[in-house]
């Protein structure tokens, strides 16, 4: 069941910026397959010319850029009361999944950290929102279902509010992860047009978005992918590179269907469980999180 449950996902590297960038035609990829595609003993900043065009997003580095904007809509997010130990998931089946992120609010036993005990910090900063899944995430969402006010949770959110402002309401998170776009891989404008009503509705209230590429390609072109970079790099907010990060796993990490990713336990010291997506996505999520988080509290 978890193996045809699984929504398409992808992995990061953390020193992912001295690979070489990879070609639309991820069956070239093959070819650097062997090559590591995250850091087995710790994170490096990873640093790319800000400058580099999001048609090129395929290069850019799996773990996110940070900038000082991002750190100042931190900082108004702070004043204005946002839990600075909460975040939201925002999206669909990828990220609403229960083998995603749960696992660290249920204690060790359920995960292994194994090389990347760095990441205690972060599991031990925003215990609870791991396991939560909140009402801006369920498998099917698109963009139009989160901004629909008739798709709300009728006993918690108030008439008139969407999924997405009853979430930021009820839980006032500091930051947002969002991971949205196979469900509209056949309606591009209407894609980018909801993406671009959420990203408004997140940094009107000055919550930090944590932008993820898809891992799958069902539209052939990578259309979608490309406008998410395209509008991380607009708004000027993080970029989750995880299409990058399962290229170099089995089949890309996807399940013959090439949509749902591969499933595997988030053990992150088990050599079997790493050649699976799942894992790769549990692993640099929290990463990405990590890195995020890190980069906005430390002091100037």
């Given at each position: 069941?978890?193996?045809?449950?699984?929504?398409?996902?992808?992995?990061?590297?953390?020193?992912?910026?001295?690979?070489?960038?990879?070609?639309?035609?991820?069956?070239?990829?093959?070819?650097?397959?062997?090559?590591?595609?995250?850091?087995?003993?710790?994170?490096?900043?990873?640093?790319?010319?800000?400058?580099?065009?999001?048609?090129?997003?395929?290069?850019?580095?799996?773990?996110?850029?940070?900038?000082?904007?991002?750190?100042?809509?931190?900082?108004?997010?702070?004043?204005?009361?946002?839990?600075?130990?909460?975040?939201?998931?925002?999206?669909?089946?990828?990220?609403?999944?229960?083998?995603?992120?749960?696992?660290?609010?249920?204690?060790?036993?359920?995960?292994?950290?194994?090389?990347?005990?760095?990441?205690?910090?972060?599991?031990?900063?925003?215990?609870?929102?791991?396991?939560?899944?909140?009402?801006?995430?369920?498998?099917?969402?698109?963009?139009?279902?989160?901004?629909?006010?008739?798709?709300?949770?009728?006993?918690?959110?108030?008439?008139?509010?969407?999924?997405?402002?009853?979430?930021?309401?009820?839980?006032?998170?500091?930051?947002?992860?969002?991971?949205?776009?196979?469900?509209?891989?056949?309606?591009?404008?209407?894609f980018e047009q909801g993406m671009r009503q959420i990203l408004d509705?997140?940094?009107?209230?000055?919550?930090?978005?944590?932008?993820?590429?898809?891992?799958?390609?069902?539209?052939?072109?990578?259309?979608?992918?490309?406008?998410?970079?395209?509008?991380?790099?607009?708004?000027?907010?993080?970029?989750?590179?995880?299409?990058?990060?399962?290229?170099?796993?089995?089949?890309?990490?996807?399940?013959?269907?090439?949509?749902?990713?591969?499933y595997g336990i988030t053990d992150f010291d088990d050599e079997h469980a790493m050649q699976s997506?799942?894992?790769?996505?549990?692993?640099?999520?929290?990463?990405?999180?990590?890195?995020?988080?890190?980069?906005?509290?430390?002091?100037?």
């Amino acid at each position: 069941m978890l193996l045809t449950a699984a929504c398409s996902a992808q992995a990061a590297p953390t020193n992912i910026s001295s690979q070489p960038p990879l070609p639309t035609d991820t069956s070239v990829a093959v070819q650097w397959t062997n090559q590591p595609a995250y850091s087995q003993t710790g994170r490096e900043t990873p640093v790319v010319p800000q400058v580099v065009s999001c048609e090129e997003w395929q290069s850019w580095p799996v773990i996110p850029i940070v900038s000082e904007s991002v750190r100042e809509l931190y900082q108004r997010g702070q004043a204005d009361g946002n839990n600075p130990r909460a975040f939201s998931k925002v999206g669909d089946g990828e990220i609403a999944a229960e083998w995603f992120f749960a696992a660290f609010d249920l204690g060790p036993d359920y995960y292994d950290l194994g090389p990347h005990q760095n990441l205690v910090p972060v599991i031990e900063h925003f215990e609870g929102s791991f396991k939560r899944i909140g009402m801006a995430a369920r498998r099917g969402f698109n963009t139009e279902r989160i901004l629909d006010p008739a798709a709300r949770d009728r006993e918690l959110c108030t008439a008139g509010e969407s999924p997405l402002t009853c979430e930021l309401r009820f839980h006032r998170p500091a930051f947002a992860i969002l991971s949205l776009g196979t469900n509209q891989v056949w309606e591009p404008e209407e894609f980018e047009q909801g993406m671009r009503q959420i990203l408004d509705i997140l940094l009107s209230k000055n919550v930090v978005p944590i932008l993820s590429t898809k891992g799958d390609n069902l539209e052939g072109d990578h259309r979608i992918n490309r406008t998410i970079a395209c509008l991380a790099q607009e708004y000027d907010v993080p970029l989750w590179n995880f299409w990058l990060a399962i290229q170099p796993l089995p089949r890309h990490g996807l399940q013959s269907d090439l949509e749902h990713l591969t499933y595997g336990i988030t053990d992150f010291d088990d050599e079997h469980a790493m050649q699976s997506a799942w894992t790769i996505r549990n692993l640099t999520a929290l990463q990405a999180l990590d890195t995020v988080w890190r980069v906005v509290t430390v002091q100037p």
